[in-house]
């Protein structure tokens, strides 16, 4: 088992943008951008250095996974276990939300067959995209075509809105996922000197690491064969369908018996996270969605990231803390599950493979709120680091395990999402002589209830909000949203606070539930209650006042008998 020192120090090198690596012996650091290493980051390197060596040498962050190599193929290649749940999701109920687009602005000159012929390339290159799946006897399987079919369309002397017909078009057609290729693509010109590549890819062949290796590669194999060469890419080590045959050998037996043993003892009776909501649950899940986008001011992201050090915890580890806290508060709930996806190429043969690689982990945390807040920072990232060295178990592996009540009302397990994205960042790009910039993603699409994507800029805390548009209102997310900013300031000005003692109310809010919403003084006639009986009885004689069991009473009858029994008294 690793140490989870080490595990620590590697997570947060991560998350500061650092690469740790060995070489001649010696322990060294590659930044992949500009970031200040912290001291107590510093510390923790020098106080484990020789273990450290000893534990990047071995090559992986996980134990004992032995490598990834090309076997002979069966005549029915097993799907990977996440390609499978997608499978049946789509023969359950279609998978529109599981499309993934890229829309590229380019200005300049462009050889729109040359173009095509690279598109095709990269298809051929990378068998995932040409692969299409099969059922044989009720089981999928995978079915490897060529790319010699692969067509790119084109339109040209387009307007905008052509090419936003265009990009709805291409998105919202459902794949077959028995016959098509897992990638469509289509050139719209403007122009001549102003065209958009729209691009859709099936999540069953792809995820959200996959796009930057494909528009990279994009950009290498267009430019050299516009330049008339031969596309020199590095051969590729092994195929999508290699990985697949191996993940169904590797976790089998002993191994698979000891991680699934380890996430039935995370998640047995988990509890059901209830949000309140704007709309009734429907019976089965929407995948209608939209997006909402939120951005915490960089000086209170110094401040937390600051903070986040001094407690030895990434910044991952700490946002989700706040996280927690916000749900919590907002369900009355102190047994909170939260998912987040771990890319899961902790190997070198995939770190270049388009496919469907990424991993959904669950992270369950059970809290009083009179726990302090550094208390929970410090259970949280104990749950993650071990999350973390069981994060190759498939999520859909667990959910068979566990036998869960099938709700198809929602998600299993977990029912929001929570990410600190670190993909790398394309932020220039060139097509021989044209720019390329990555056009922002339309998105009306909702996987869960709601998903966060959390990633640093110059700017500071950028929250990019997927949520279920028949759960919630777009004004009550971006309410939480300002509770979740207020929560964290909360924390940055003393985490030694109960959680139950974080406020996450704005000032005027505040001021507006306490005042305005208890001002209920009233100005009342000042009647007794036997006058307005009295007006009562004369104004509706006839309506029922009293009812006892199977009698009853108008206001008529019980005034006439009250003044019988005060007569009498």
Sequence with gaps: MIHKNLLNILYTAKSDGINLFVKDGKLGMKKSKSVTISPELTLQIKEHKEALIQFLQKGNTTSNIPAIK??????????????????????????????????????????????????????????????????????????????????????????????????????????????????????????????????????????????????????????????????????????????????????????????????????KDAAILELPTDFARPPIQSTEGAKIYHTIDQTILAKFNTLTQQNGATLFMSLLSVYKVLLSRYSGQFDISVGTSIANRTQAEISGLIGFFVNNIVLRDQFPSADTFEELLEQVKTTCLAAYEHQDLPFERIVDDLALERDQSRSPLFQTLFVLQNNEEIESLQLGDSTVELRSKQHNTAQLDLIINASETADGLFLDVEYSTVLFKEATIARMLTHFEQLLVSVVSDASQAIGSLQMLESTEKQELIHAYNDTDTDFPRFSVLELFKAQANENPATIAVTFHDKQLSYAELDAQSSQLANCL
Excluded: C
């Design 70 to 267: 090309t076997v002979e193929r069966p005549e029915r290649i097993p799907l990977s276990f996440g390609q499978e749940r997608l499978w049946f999701l789509d023969q359950l109920q279609g998978s529109l939300a599981y499309h993934i687009s890229g829309v590229l602005e380019i200005t300049g000159t462009l050889d729109q067959a040359v173009l095509a012929d690279s598109l095709q390339h990269i298809v051929a290159r990378h068998e995932s995209l040409r692969t299409v799946f099969r059922d044989h006897e009720g089981i999928g399987y995978q079915q490897i075509i060529e790319s010699d079919d692969f067509e790119v369309s084109h339109i040209t002397n387009a307007s905008e809105a052509t090419v936003a017909t265009q990009i709805e078009t291409l998105t919202k057609t459902p794949f077959d996922l028995a016959s098509d290729y897992m990638l469509r693509a289509s050139i719209v010109s403007k122009s001549d000197t102003d065209h958009v590549l729209i691009l859709v890819v099936h999540h069953i062949a792809s995820d959200g690491w996959s796009l930057p290796i494909l528009i990279k590669e994009l950009e290498t194999i267009y430019t050299e064969k516009l330049a008339g060469k031969t596309v020199a890419l590095p051969q590729l080590p092994i195929q999508y369908a290699d990985y697949s045959i191996w993940q169904r050998a590797y976790l089998s037996g002993e191994i698979l018996e000891e991680k699934l043993t380890f996430w039935s003892s995370q998640l």
